[in-house]
Each structure stands twice: as structure tokens, then as C-alpha cells.
């Protein structure tokens, strides 16, 4: 089996109701799996996450971070449940493909926010990196 990643989604944005909470409780999982979020005047970003504050506010929505071991979901379900997120599914085996070892939780917006290891494997690359001209 080959998994691609990094060629479909250009950016995915969310809009909130309460930027502070949503930035906590992004900021505590998305560091458990090593990805910054660089806050913003309005807004906070992190890779190809945007959030804003504002109405109408995005749809419920399922967005699935990779992690590199299944030490690291059971890190960022629990960094998410302290930091306001509520449970939506423990740290576990899924029936998906073998060793899916997933996480859900909710969001601060009800949003459904996955941190998912696929078991082992090779990886091209840890990312993708694009740089522009000056």
C-alpha cells in the first residue's frame, strides 16, 4: 500500500467563534505532533491550517493529523482534552486498515480533530518544502 500526502490540499480554513480558545487548544496538540502555529492579527495559522474569528462560522468538519508513533496520538489526546478539547473517541486501534491507531476530539467549535498513525513505514520526506523568490 502507498499513501501520498501533501499534493491535494492546497489550504483548509476554519472560522470560529472564539479565536483564544481555538488558538489553545491548537496550539496544544499541534505541538504534541511538532507543527507551530504563527499567530496572526486576526487569525492563526499553522501549515495549511488558517483560523479566523467571525460569522458565519465554518461547518463541522473532520480534519486528521498524521503522527509519527502511537505515543504521539495518545500525547495530543490528552494535550487536546486539557486544553478544552472533549473526548470523541480514546487513543486505539481502528478498523480502517490494519494498525490505523487513531484519536478524536472536538474542538472548542465542535469541529472533529483526529491525530492518526498509519503504522510503520517509509516516508519520502518529513514535508514538503516551497520556497518563493525574493
Do not use: W
Amino acid at each position: 500500500m502507498q499513501l501520498h500526502r501533501g499534493r491535494l490540499v492546497d489550504h483548509i480554513q476554519l472560522v470560529v467563534a472564539d479565536i483564544k480558545k481555538s488558538q489553545a487548544f491548537y496550539e496544544a496538540v499541534l505541538k504534541v505532533i511538532g507543527v507551530p502555529v504563527v499567530p496572526g492579527p486576526e487569525f492563526f495559522y499553522a501549515d495549511e491550517l488558517f483560523v479566523s474569528e467571525g460569522e458565519p462560522r465554518t461547518g463541522r468538519c473532520h480534519l486528521a493529523f498524521q503522527a509519527r508513533d502511537t505515543a504521539t496520538v495518545d500525547a495530543f489526546y490528552a494535550a487536546g482534552l486539557a486544553a478544552g478539547g472533549t473526548d470523541n473517541g480514546a487513543p486505539g486501534l481502528r478498523p480502517y486498515h490494519p494498525d490505523y491507531y487513531a484519536a478524536f476530539l472536538l474542538d472548542p467549535d465542535g469541529n472533529n480533530i483526529e491525530a492518526v498513525y498509519h503504522g510503520p513505514a517509509d516516508y519520502s520526506a518529513a514535508s514538503v518544502v516551497i520556497e518563493f523568490p525574493d
